[in-house]
């Protein structure tokens, strides 16, 4: 078991194999260990994701941000956020439903390394050199004598100037007969007697009358309720209604606003921020007539930070851009009433995110319009809503939950060169199983493949001749992620710029001649699609594509490792390991790169040995095939397209898979053959070439032979050096084999790092 180093502690790391289920119960030290471990990570990344967020919110970093951003996109890269996006790179913390809480040692290890992983992406983070100054600035200041009095005393001057600070004055009131449509606002609060005036003025002065504001005081220890009362005459309103609750939390105290609401819309204000005169009005004017499927309408703010200058806060988002990050604020926004019953208002269960877990929920529903005009103040204050004790809450649980809706919620679009093809084997299972898991999932292609699958995937499937109308169908079907199969032409040509157009989160997975052949080298651009701010992950299959990738220029956390799907059924029933070597096959295309007439040469030399060989597959050198392969004793070759189910029968047949993959002259070269999976997983013997990431499954004299890509003799010898082994031996080599593949292939493993990473 060899280590991998993190500070101050250590991380095992399994690189022979697995335990299985039975072991880990067996085992529960084993197990305690790992659950520690987790448990130490999840604490880790917590720490180094407040410590992000609290440098982001420092004065000027915002503006050291877009100049940055500036000089990259003047020398022709793309920008890459550096603290703005914590979310994306902290949301597995929570892990998903398995992973949260592991039943089996595998799972366990597994969730373990993922949240390793995130460790590592967030120290890279954290390390960045545009956050060296502010990191400087921090410990520089932090540790100066007296800061903790000043940060105090900024506080209070805050205070201060927000009493001072005067509401715009309304111009007019509209007559009744304008305001004919009753909006209920709801007004959660918690110590806030100093500010919660200001809220209420700045309901009282709406030039839009039909309103009904419901203060929800969530059990305040100061004099909250008669301070606002006094200051304002709030008393004396009818249209003021005052609620006290037990302090349960700000989701609660929002709940039970809703439970006393009536109108028709329902808007939401924090006691700590302020709407304009105009913005009940603005808002039902947008929303007047409004087709069925809008469930509410957002419009700006002006955000305030401490003793910073403010800004404003204005975006126009897509649902796909809502799905995968928070877009605005609570404070912007109404909603229709009905909308919110039919989704049962906030979560109490969460202490952050509340607001976004609900926004979710609702853009499920239909859209929001958006109003674009600045039509509040929002304050960030070190005591605000936004930071009150009740949300110091451990992160996990509600990230957790946010994964949860989002994963209820995900509709993704596959996006493809020619499809159903024969050869891609791997893409058909993703889709199916993605759709046995209840995934809304849409294939979108560019041509029709040469050799059609002959079981393809029961999906929705759509032609596509260029990216605009790959954006434009996106967008109709409410993609709200988009996965594209191979680099070049399918990422570079539709999927990257459509997803930019859309603006919708995309991941792509490399495989071989998309990457390797040399042409699709200097075309691919994988470095600049991997650096897209709206790339969410580039997958690569194994150690070396991951390698590949990041010599490329694709930034480091956006490398996700993710394997090539074997269905369960292959591993069902347990092969028989100790069966005697007799015959040895091949199921591939004809190409250069599969070593096709090396699997021919092989034959030739062990024409003495009692082996039948097995050549299966269709392509370019079929005819320079059938003539290598003419007049060789114990050879057959069998042309033409072969189903799963057939591939499956031959490999249950023979009793190994023999596969000399090498480079081709134009460059191209294997991935992680799919067929090596499928022969490991019905309990065939390996033998294969030691290229691209073929080891990561392979490993010599373990799970199987590994040789020098075209050493004919070399892949002659192994086959002799299995012979002469006994049926133990041989069947050692191939349980290993499969053990891998069952740990680490298996589709449900793959799908489940593809839904996690979109989810995140």
Known sequence: MDTLRIPEFELPVLTDELPDTCAAAENPVEQARWAELQTELRDRCTELTRELDELARMPGFGLALALRSLWRRARGGAFYPLGTESARHTARLGGSSEAADPTSLPELVRAVHRLHTDFEQLRARLNHPGLRPFRLIRSTVSGLPGHAERRAARMERVRRRLRARPLPPAKRTLPPECCPVPVSIVLPTYNRGYLLPRAIASVRQQTYSNWRLIVVDDGSTDETVQIARDARGGADDPRIVWVHNDHRGVSAARNAGLARSDGDWVAFLDSDNVWYADFLERHLGQLHGAAADVVGSYSDLRWFTGDSRPHTISTRFTPAELFHLPQVDLNALVVRASSLRACGGFDEQLTKWVDYE?????????????????L????RLEDGISRSPDRERPLAPNLARIRHVRRGLLRVGYVLWDYPSASQAFVHRELR??????????????????TPALEPPDVPAFAVSSANELARLALEHGRNVLHGHFAYPTTTLHLWPAAERARIPFTFTGHGVDLFHRKNERRHRVGRIGSSPYCKAAFSIG????????????PAPVITPIRCPVDAEWLEPIPDFERPLERVALVSRFVAKKGVLDFIEVARALAQQKLEFELHGYGPLEDEVMRAAAGIPGLTVHLGAISEVAVRRICDRV??????????PDGDMDGLPVILLEGAARGCLLVSSRISSIPDLVVNHKSGFLVEPGHVQGYA?????ALSLSPTELGGLRRDAFRRVHNEFETRHVTETLIDTWCR
Do not use: N, T
């Open 358 to 374: 609900l926004m979710l929920r609702l853009a499920a529903q239909g859209r929001f319009e958006h109003v674009e005009r600045v």
């Open 376 to 379: 509040g103040e929002y304050y």
């Open 433 to 450: 199983d993605l759709v046995s898991r209840g995934i809304d999932v849409h294939v979108y292609y560019a041509a029709a493949a040469d």
């Open 543 to 554: 150690s070396f594509h991951a390698d590949y990738l990041r010599k490329a220029g694709v």
């Open 655 to 664: 009793s190994a898979i023999l596969l000399p993959c090498r480079r081709a």
């Open 717 to 721: 010898e192994a086959l002799r050096s």
